[in-house]
């Protein structure tokens, strides 16, 4: 059950976009704060989210937004966020928590920390909880129900400032796990980052064939490339700050995945049908494995069961 009371006085949001908005939804649902404040960089989104009403108050900086917060939560892209660190560190009220929601955490922790005054808690976290969709009009309440929130906070938090965080993210319906920095980009690259590279590349592939039109592609997207182009629709904002920022994890683990594709090449020319069968029964039970850890539906065809209740 959603907590419903405060656990912090007031809450920052710095960003208001998918990630930014569901936060502020589910605070509001819960009761989790007495006030948001929020900013987003550009008047639009600002309006926008003033309209819908996920912050109680919206500022035309960042700075005006952070001042006299107990809970700033960056919830911008990666590559955005030293910037912003810069402008609020000189009003950072004394004993608040510092966090973000950023998808990777090395390169955050560099870009944050050392511009953070002492008597600020700076606690990292990652919630593996998200959407294709962006802005601030895609955010929901339940995006974090029953999803991970991974924090990885620095050696100079306090331990109250980690606990009241988790509670936070408990409260907004998530599991916590705590881990290094560098363990959660692992962890991340393999489950993340490089199935988007992937998709973004296979969507490319497809797109400059010559000797499939593009419209047999999107006609016959239903063999499996359609699940491809939902990953591939995601904001190319964030995920080229992803790969720019968790370079080394992602090019460790593409050198496996390629290693492990000219395997399978050797095993299709080869005619090697028991190692191809091999390794498609080892698939399937990390896909049973997800649908009984819940994090995911065994519906048919994906889930997708509106489509032939459209039909
Ligand atoms: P989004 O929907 O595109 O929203 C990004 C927000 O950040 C927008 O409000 C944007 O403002 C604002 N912004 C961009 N640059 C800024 C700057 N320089 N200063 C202040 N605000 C700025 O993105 P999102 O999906 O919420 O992602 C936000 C963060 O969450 C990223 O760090 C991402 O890695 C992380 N994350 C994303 C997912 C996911 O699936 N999407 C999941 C977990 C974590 P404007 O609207 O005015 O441009």
């Not at 608040?96 to 990292?124: C, R, W, Y």
């Not at 802005?135 to 995006?143: D, H, R, T, Y």
């Not at 790969?243 to 095993?267: C, H, I, P, W, Y």
């Not at 990390?286 to 209740?309: C, L, M």
Request: proline letters at 4%.
């Amino acid at each position: 059950m959603p907590n419903t009371k405060p656990i912090y006085d007031t809450i920052c949001l710095i960003g208001l976009g998918l990630i930014g908005s569901s936060i502020g939804h589910a605070v509001k649902r819960g009761g989790l704060a007495k006030h948001i404040s929020g900013y987003a960089r550009s008047e639009e989104t600002r309006q926008i989210a003033k309209k819908i009403g996920f912050v109680d108050s919206i500022h035309d900086s960042a700075a005006s937004a952070a001042q006299g917060a107990d809970l700033i939560i960056i919830c911008a892209p990666v590559g955005a966020m030293e910037s912003i660190t810069k402008e609020i560190a000189p009003v950072l009220k004394a004993g608040a928590t510092m966090t973000d929601v950023g998808s990777v955490k090395q390169a955050v922790i560099a870009a944050i920390e050392p511009h953070l005054p002492d008597n600020v808690n700076f606690v990292p976290a990652h919630p593996i909880a998200g959407s294709e969709k962006s802005g601030p009009e895609s955010g929901f309440a339940e995006l974090f129900q029953d999803r991970w929130c991974i924090l990885t906070p620095v050696e100079s938090a306090s331990i109250e400032s980690v606990e009241l965080l988790e509670k936070f993210w408990k409260a907004l319906g998530s599991s916590v796990e705590v881990m290094s920095a560098k363990h959660h980009d692992s962890v991340l690259a393999i489950t993340s980052h490089l199935p988007h590279l992937i998709a973004y590349s296979i969507v490319s592939t497809a797109s400059d064939l010559e000797d499939v039109t593009q419209s047999e592609v999107i006609k016959f997207s239903a063999g499996g490339f359609r699940d491809f182009t939902r990953i591939a629709a995601s904001d190319p904002t964030m995920w080229r700050d992803v790969f720019l920022t968790n370079k080394e994890a992602v090019l460790e683990m593409l050198g496996r995945f390629s290693e492990d594709l000219s395997a399978l090449q050797r095993s299709i020319r080869w005619s090697d049908g028991d190692a191809l069968f091999d390794l498609f029964t080892r698939s399937k039970e990390t896909r049973n494995n997800i649908i009984e850890a819940g994090q995911d539906t065994d519906a048919p065809d994906f889930g997708r069961g509106h489509i032939s209740e459209k039909e």
